[in-house]
């Protein structure tokens, strides 16, 4: 028997991806686990079982994304949900840590090579994974985005001088997050007369390797208003920025 929904969730071979595929599977959601390394994303689908299966896709590459939108269509012929959640905080180093790039992120030190790395997985990922799996989604039942960002990119929020988080802004991690956020309500407008509904999520400072795992909550706690919007149903709404549980984010 065919299943009901089918999904795309990239960087999916670890952290909130990981869970927020093995939810959707626990669900009865066909979930395509998405990982730039195709032996990881294996592992990761083995762990989740039934509904899960391995998919590479690096976001930064065409020729990948393509190749996955090919197989999707070639399997599936459509495309009912794409969860938007491959990410970097800074761009890989040999031997620096997550949490040294932090004295770096002011705008007048920040490396510019460093943005870019950051912005092209963040960025430029999300955009390039959009509009290859967009046919798709057009072909879906009930199709849903749902793209993974950050409160941290709320330029609302920061330009609130008691905003708790205000601090933590920067040009790489929380700027491309914002940017991020400018990209997904583009796609609101574009969509926004069509079936494809579209909403933005903020997992929360979850412990990951994105903060090299400095986050306070948990995995579950970080990925369970991803699956609630992912999972909402034709009546859901779109158009949305919301944390755990339905908190609307400004943006």
Known sequence: ????????????????????ASELAKAGVFVYVGSRDFARGEAAAAEIGEGATAIQIDVTGTASIAAAAARIESEHG???????????STAPVPGRQRDESTPRSAVSTASLDEIRAVWEVNVFGVVAVYQAM??????????????????LGSLAGNADPAYSF???FGPVYPASKAAENAMTLAMMIELEDSDIKVNLVSPGFT????NNF?????????????????????????NTFTRWEDQTIPW
């Open 134 to 151: 967009l046919p798709l989604l057009r072909l879906g039942h009930d199709a849903r985005i749902v793209n993974v960002s950050s409160g």
């Open 214 to 238: 400095q986050g306070t909550e948990t995995i579950e706690e970080g990925s369970r208003e991803v699956v609630r919007v992912a999972l909402l149903g034709p009546d859901g709404p779109s």
């Open 78 to 88: 459509r495309l009912d949900l794409l969860v938007n959640n491959a990410g970097i």
């Open 1 to 20: 028997m065919a299943p009901d929904r089918i999904a795309l969730v990239t960087g999916a071979n670890q952290g909130v991806g990981k869970q927020v």
């Open 207 to 210: 412990s990951t390797a994105l």
């Open 166 to 168: 205000r601090s933590f």
